[in-house]
Every structure is written in structure tokens, then in C-alpha cells.
């Protein structure tokens, strides 16, 4: 299932705000902190052999009787990674939570190439990890959506151990955008890693209604299956139960939002059932993530 065209429209002008993330590929249209040919300038430096003669400033040399080059700012391209988890366990709930989470994936990657940014989306998945092209401007929209159109959601997947993997192809200091249920701990490990290459990290939870308050599915003896592993537990679900579920699920996302944030990133807990109009258009505003 594709965007809602109104949705995209809406987000057409919006971009990225970096904390920690910098531009540091192609040419595009964000400042960067390398100095080169460009249009604006910025400063001058003292001419060095092999330098061409056609950016010395002769009123410099007038001047003090030496040689410099003027140098102009650089504009890149952000480089902005989606990695979309595609395990087993995305495809629970009502709504399902993989539906949701690719269509996140989605928008995320359409405001990137809005932006003049460029983008690359990794998908863990039927047993294996798969990266789309990397995509640059709005006209490639229609690319990115059909590239979803293609993927296999379900089987065995670790979608932490293929996080650590991907991440061997970021670079550093990019903006990463990870959607996920985020119930693999190898996730949370993998946060190290990422951490470790200066990018600066997002991350959206989705979650469905009954893994959020397990009351809806009713109380007493219950037979647990995890969707990943096959494992069965029996419990019994009742109100002191629930409440420490909740207790337990408040605590992990507090947990994971405070370290995202110590390092320039931000987390979203977001329901299945969620307003994408909504999270898009007000709550990513709201973080600061978008302007």
C-alpha cells in the first residue's frame, strides 16, 4: 500500500532537521563543512602548489604581496538510511504492524528525496537483508514506492545482527531512520554500533493496540506463542500481571527514548492504529525531527 498522495503533498517542503547527522555526499543543497568551488563564500587560505590559478584573489595579492585562493561553501546531500524490519513478528496485530511500519518507511524516504537528500532503505526480511538504490530527488518518488511493492515480509529474520551489518555501509555521521516493533534486542545492541559511527538515530516503535494494553485479548490462563521463535509460555493474565506488563513496557521505551536522545536522536512509540496524518503533520513538528 502506497502514501496518501494529500499526505505526500503536505510533506513536499519539509526536511530533515540534524543534530549530529551532517551532508557529506554528493552535491545538493545543504550546507556542509567542506570548502571548495561553490557560490557563497567563505574564506580565504594561502595558495598551495597544485592549487588552480583561476581562484587566487588578485586584490589579495595587490594587497599584501601574496598568493591565497578563495574558497566557497560546498552544498551536499544528507545522506538518510530507512532500515525497515520485516521480521515475523511485524506481521501481528490489527492493523498489522508491517503494513504501518512500511508505510512510515515510506513517507520517511519521500521527505528525504523531497529535501534533495540522499536516500537508501534496507529491508530484513524472509531470511535475508536486501538494500534498494540509492535514490536522490522527488522524480525517484515513484522508484522508492515500487522497490516496497517488491518485499517479502515474514520468516526467520535478526534484524539486529542485519542493523550491524548495514551499518558497515553507512559511512558515519548519517541520519538513520529505524522502523521496527523493536522486541529483538539485538536492536538495542546494535544502537552501539551505530553510536560508535557518529549517525544520528531515529526510531519508531510500532506496536499493535494489544501489545500496548494486553487487557483487550481478556484475562485468565493464557498459552503465548513468540511469533519469531515458536516458544510457548503459559501464564496467567490478570490484573497484577497487566500492570506490571505495562509497568515493564513504559520503563523499556522510556529507556530506549533517553538514549536516542543523549545522542542527538529521537523515539517514537507509535500504535498501530496511528494517525499518519497526524504523527507526519504535528508530532514530528512538534519533536523537531521535521521542519
Do not use: C
Given at each position: 500500500?502506497?502514501?496518501?498522495?494529500?499526505?505526500?503533498?503536505?510533506?513536499?517542503?519539509?526536511?530533515?532537521?540534524?543534530?549530529?547527522?551532517?551532508?557529506?555526499?554528493?552535491?545538493?543543497?545543504r550546507r556542509s563543512s567542506s570548502?571548495?568551488?561553490?557560490?557563497?563564500?567563505?574564506?580565504?587560505?594561502?595558495?598551495?602548489?597544485?592549487?588552480?590559478?583561476?581562484?587566487?584573489?588578485?586584490?589579495?595579492?595587490?594587497?599584501?604581496?601574496?598568493?591565497?585562493?578563495?574558497?566557497?561553501?560546498?552544498?551536499?546531500?544528507?545522506?538518510?538510511?530507512?532500515?525497515?524490519?520485516?521480521?515475523?513478528?511485524?506481521?501481528?496485530?490489527?492493523?498489522?504492524?508491517?503494513?504501518?511500519?512500511?508505510?512510515?518507511?515510506?513517507?520517511?524516504?519521500?521527505?528525504?528525496?523531497?529535501?534533495?537528500?540522499?536516500?537508501?532503505?534496507?529491508?530484513?526480511?524472509?531470511?535475508?537483508?536486501?538494500?534498494?538504490q540509492p535514490l536522490q530527488g522527488?522524480?525517484?518518488?515513484?522508484?522508492?514506492?515500487?522497490?516496497?511493492?517488491?518485499?517479502?515480509?515474514?520468516?526467520?529474520?535478526?534484524?539486529?545482527?542485519?542493523?550491524?551489518?548495514?551499518?558497515?555501509?553507512?559511512?558515519?555521521?548519517?541520519?538513520?531512520?529505524?522502523?521496527?516493533?523493536?522486541?529483538?534486542?539485538?536492536?538495542?545492541?546494535?544502537?552501539?554500533?551505530?553510536?560508535?559511527?557518529?549517525?544520528?538515530?531515529?526510531?519508531?516503535?510500532?506496536?499493535?493496540?494489544?501489545?500496548?494494553?494486553?487487557?483487550?485479548v481478556g484475562t485468565g490462563s493464557?498459552?503465548?506463542?513468540?511469533?519469531?521463535?515458536?516458544?510457548?509460555?503459559?501464564?496467567?493474565?490478570?490484573?497484577?500481571?497487566?500492570?506490571?506488563?505495562?509497568?515493564?513496557?513504559?520503563?523499556?521505551?522510556?529507556?530506549?527514548?533517553?538514549?536516542?536522545?543523549?545522542?542527538?536522536?529521537?523515539?517514537?512509540?507509535?500504535?498501530?492504529?496511528?494517525?499518519?496524518?497526524?504523527?507526519?503533520?504535528?508530532?514530528?513538528?512538534?519533536?523537531?525531527?521535521?521542519?
Amino acid at each position: 500500500m502506497r502514501p496518501s498522495p494529500l499526505l505526500l503533498e503536505q510533506l513536499s517542503t519539509a526536511r530533515f532537521t540534524m543534530n549530529r547527522a551532517a551532508p557529506s555526499v554528493g552535491i545538493g543543497e545543504r550546507r556542509s563543512s567542506s570548502k571548495g568551488v561553490g557560490i557563497e563564500f567563505a574564506e580565504h587560505r594561502p595558495y598551495r602548489t597544485g592549487d588552480d590559478v583561476r581562484h587566487l584573489d588578485p586584490r589579495v595579492l595587490a594587497r599584501l604581496g601574496e598568493s591565497y585562493v578563495r574558497q566557497y561553501f560546498v552544498d551536499r546531500q544528507l545522506p538518510v538510511y530507512v532500515l525497515l524490519d520485516g521480521s515475523r513478528s511485524m506481521l501481528a496485530g490489527s492493523p498489522q504492524k508491517y503494513e504501518v511500519a512500511a508505510q512510515v518507511a515510506q513517507v520517511m524516504g519521500f521527505i528525504g528525496l523531497a529535501a534533495g537528500d540522499r536516500v537508501q532503505v534496507g529491508f530484513s526480511g524472509d531470511g535475508a537483508f536486501r538494500w534498494s538504490q540509492p535514490l536522490q530527488g522527488p522524480a525517484r518518488s515513484d522508484l522508492l514506492f515500487s522497490w516496497f511493492d517488491g518485499l517479502k515480509p515474514g520468516g526467520q529474520a535478526d534484524f539486529g545482527r542485519d542493523i550491524e551489518r548495514a551499518a558497515r555501509d553507512m559511512g558515519k555521521a548519517a541520519y538513520v531512520i529505524v522502523v521496527s516493533d523493536w522486541w529483538d534486542e539485538g536492536i538495542v545492541r546494535a544502537l552501539e554500533q551505530l553510536d560508535g559511527q557518529g549517525h544520528e538515530v531515529i526510531g519508531v516503535q510500532i506496536a499493535a493496540p494489544e501489545e500496548i494494553d494486553p487487557s483487550s485479548v481478556g484475562t485468565g490462563s493464557m498459552l503465548l506463542v513468540d511469533d519469531e521463535t515458536g516458544d510457548e509460555l503459559e501464564t496467567v493474565l490478570d490484573e497484577a500481571v497487566l500492570a506490571d506488563y505495562r509497568t515493564a513496557l513504559a520503563e523499556f521505551q522510556r529507556d530506549l527514548r533517553q538514549r536516542l536522545v543523549r545522542r542527538g536522536g529521537q523515539f517514537f512509540a507509535l500504535s498501530s492504529a496511528i494517525d499518519m496524518k497526524r504523527f507526519f503533520l504535528r508530532d514530528l513538528r512538534a519533536a523537531g525531527v521535521l521542519l
